[in-house]
């Protein structure tokens, strides 16, 4: 008993303390769901009442358009995450298999690019897509189509370095192989380089949606309209009132678009944490 | 299935894609075109070019695997940067956005004043023989006429519907506008001058009345200046962007272009006061967060990972707990601390039973953004460090023991230096990643609180990227060419600070 207190009690303590912290905005944010009072006030860690009065405003007031906020962050990200891995995942073959004139210097630019973080040239991509605008207004400034665009051309820079992290740890005797049976760089990319990296791709799809979700910036001054824009901005603009007291039906749509996101996560943690260390360190 | 890749049908199939891509395109080129954005069409014709020859040809088989990733990061990602070292270069802000053709035509079109007695009349608009018209009533003299930008046609009294205010309704050849054309009429007649008699001629104020106006302003091509024909005010262009008197700069015309002006808005960074003493401070903060958000974050991922790193019961348990705060979308998180952190109503003060406004101290607002962040970041150090404290071999904790280490001297001496080894990329890269993390001060206190700098600007709390956001997309003066400048300064030092990671980590090596 006494060997036990001296080498496990304190890792038990601390841990429990860390997990206090980082449960309590997350049980604060469900009690408050249940409350039909609206804050995220703590009158008591005993929930007093369990009311659904948040959730249904969510879903039937009229000025909170909580639906099509959902439909729209699920299209932007969804598109995003599927176009840029498909897109990202060719490239990454090509820098890690195939060799032609100048693949360094490609890679070297872009990891160049991949370090600008896409904020930065925010002014410029303002500017440019308002001109955009004067001539396709449907992928212009203030579009969803626009916007997707953005995400993805931001996404490949990175999105290409991580994936070509994995494509590097593939063995290379696989499509040697192919090759000596006579298959073509394309056959060796969709029937045996696709089937094997099928789960990396689907994590740096997951990586990619996550990110894109929670994009907030492109997506306010890009996306104007009430029913045009994602949860991130919808939500924002809505609690931002100095007395706002739409904390209610805000605790509950975060929770209703956060729990299908942190169950992914949680049940794919594995693959996850070797894709985010991927990029940086290398084995 | 290989045959797929070769045969007819796959072509014929590629062959409609490309082809359909390219029709697209080409629509959008002309558009581009014909709104003379020359580099954008430019840019969709070369495009269209290399899908055809890529795609239709053999000419180059890594090409096929590129390009459509290429063209994106091109488009999307490199021509911002180009277009944002551009813009750093440019006056270009509030009142210098247009180009010079266009601020001389506005110059123009707004260079009038009314006549000595400012006469007005009551009009009617609407159309006289195909051309946009004014139906013009003089009700003092009992006057009437129709007037185009060319012409000016008397009327007979006797003609005409006149109502009480003895003001003309109609007249005969003279279409009034429909409702529906009403809506559009404010662009087809706002500019238009209708004529009157001399140099003046009637401008309109509104839908209904008129005002006799004369051009005071007159543009001289050969001297690139503008005079004043009333007072004798010459205007020169001041080579910045703007047509003002010589010798007294604060006189300009309204709008002014965007001009080139070299280096000028980042020597602004270290020469102008207004400018360098909240940037400094702004830039110490940056830093300072930075730094503690990854030292913050590492110290507690790493604790937890080391009480962990023992098969203790509970640990998966205790796992997918740590991680909860990770797996939330962050923008939720911190939308929610924000609320959390709420004077009156937060759950913060109620716990610890204070009343303290948060957002308005800059000492709280700063604790308040670490202990956000650590609530945010330490998840991901914890992940990381346990998967780097199982790569250390056994065996060197284990030879380390048996020549009589302690347990703190092996976590000093051993562990230690080989997990810094490991993690020094991925704490370098955290640190860029807070140096620019945007989302969390803008969400949680929007850089405030203000007037603690200077309180046009920046907050207490501002970091170099939020800041450079007021000062582009702010309230006041939107100054796009100084943010450009900015960004570029900040992309710099970040890239300088990820290059020095990734050399340790020995990435680049990897491909020399």
Not at chain 2, 321 to 346: C, D, K, Q, R, V
Request: include cysteine.
């Amino acid at each position: 008993m006494n060997l036990w207190l001296r080498n496990n009690a304190w890792r038990h303590a601390l841990v429990i303390f860390v997990c206090l912290f980082s449960l309590f905005p997350l049980y604060l944010v469900v009690i408050s769901s249940f409350n039909s009072t609206g804050s995220l006030r703590l009158d008591s860690f005993i929930p007093r009442e369990f009311s659904f009065a948040n959730y249904k405003m969510l879903f039937t007031d009229p000025t909170i358009p909580y639906m099509t906020w959902v439909k729209n962050s699920l299209i932007i990200a969804g598109a995003t995450a599927v176009l840029s891995v498909t897109i990202g995942s060719a490239s990454a073959f090509a820098f890690s298999r195939l060799y032609f004139k100048g693949r360094k210097t490609g890679i070297q630019l872009l990891l160049l690019v991949q370090m600008f973080p896409a904020i930065l040239a925010i002014s410029a991509v303002y500017v440019i897509m308002e001109r955009v605008y004067t001539f396709a207004p449907s992928i212009g400034l203030g579009t969803q189509a626009g916007l997707l665009l953005i995400y993805l051309g931001g996404a490949m820079g990175v999105n290409i370095w991580l994936l070509k992290g994995f494509v590097d740890s593939i063995p290379k005797e696989l499509d040697e192989a192919a090759k000596i049976d006579g298959a073509s760089a394309v056959q060796t990319y969709w029937l045996i380089f696709m089937p094997l990296a099928a789960p990396v791709l689907a994590v740096v799809a997951l990586l990619s949606f996550i990110g894109t979700f929670n994009e907030f910036i492109l997506a306010r001054l890009f996306l104007v309209d009430m029913e045009a824009r994602t949860v991130a901005v919808g939500f924002q603009q809505f609690i931002g009132g100095p007395y706002s007291d739409n904390w209610g039906p805000f605790v509950a749509g975060s929770i209703i678009a956060s729990v299908p996101i942190v169950a992914i996560f949680l049940s794919l943690q594995k693959y996850i944490v070797n894709g985010l260390t991927a990029g940086s360190v290398k084995g | 299935m290989t045959s797929f890749f070769t045969g007819k049908v796959s072509f014929a199939i590629k062959l409609v894609v490309v082809l359909l891509v390219s029709a697209v395109l080409l629509t959008l080129t002309q558009s581009a075109f014909a709104q003379k954005e020359y580099f954008i069409a430019g840019f969709l014709a070369i495009t269209i070019f290399l899908l055809i020859l890529t795609y239709l040809s053999k000419i180059s088989i890594p090409l096929k695997f590129f390009l459509p990733g290429i063209l994106l990061l091109v488009a999307f990602v490199l021509s911002p940067i180009l277009y944002t070292v551009t813009m750093s270069t440019y006056n270009y802000k509030t009142g210098n956005i247009v180009s010079q053709g266009e601020a001389i035509e506005q110059v123009k079109n707004r260079g009038f004043e009314p006549d000595a007695n400012g006469t007005s009349f009551d009009i009617k608009i609407g159309r006289y023989e195909m051309q946009e018209a004014i139906l013009v009533s003089d009700t003092i003299n009992k006057a009437y006429f129709i007037s185009t930008v060319n012409n000016r046609i008397p009327l007979n009294a006797a003609d005409l519907t006149i109502n009480e205010y003895s003001v003309a309704e109609s007249a005969p050849d003279f279409e009034t506008l429909s409702d529906a054309d009403m809506a559009k009429a404010d662009e087809l007649y706002s500019l238009k001058r209708f004529k009157y008699q001399d140099e003046y001629f009637i401008a309109l104020e509104g839908f209904e009345v008129g005002v006799v106006s004369r051009q005071v302003l007159e543009f001289d091509e050969a001297k690139d200046q503008f005079k004043n024909v009333i007072t004798g005010d010459i205007y020169v262009n001041n080579g910045r962007g703007n047509y003002a008197i010589a010798g007294s700069p604060d006189k300009y015309l309204e709008p002014g272009w965007r001009a080139p002006i070299w280096f000028e808005n980042y020597t602004k960074l270290f020469t102008d006061k207004r400018l360098r003493g909240p940037l400094v401070s702004v830039f110490i903060w940056t830093v300072t967060f930075a730094t503690l958000s990854v030292l913050t974050t590492f110290a507690l991922g790493l604790i937890l990972a080391l009480a962990l790193n023992k098969p203790i019961r509970g640990r998966r348990f205790y796992r997918s707990i740590l991680i909860l705060p990770y797996a939330m979308p962050s923008i939720m998180s911190i939308l929610i601390w924000g609320g959390m952190f709420n004077t009156e109503f937060g759950a913060i003060n109620n716990l610890l039973g204070t009343q303290i406004a948060w957002f308005q101290s800059a000492l709280f607002a700063k604790f308040a953004i670490i202990l956000v962040n650590l609530w945010l970041g330490f998840p991901y150090f914890y992940l990381i460090s346990s998967g780097a404290l199982q790569a250390i071999p056994s065996e060197l904790l284990e030879a380390a023991a048996i020549d009589g280490a302690n347990p703190r001297q092996i976590f000093r001496r051993i562990t230690m230096p080989l997990l810094l080894q490991i993690l020094s990329p991925l704490l370098i890269a955290s640190f860029a990643f807070n140096f620019n993390n945007f989302n969390l001060i803008y969400l949680l206190t929007g850089g405030g609180p203000r007037a603690e700098l200077d309180g046009e600007l920046a907050g207490a709390t501002d970091i170099l990227i939020s800041f450079t956001y007021k000062i582009a997309f702010g309230n006041s003066i939107q100054d796009l060419g100084l943010a450009s400048a900015i960004s570029l300064v900040i992309f710099v030092l970040v890239a300088s600070i990820s290059m020095y990671g990734l050399r340790k980590s020995k990435v680049l090596e990897s491909f020399e």
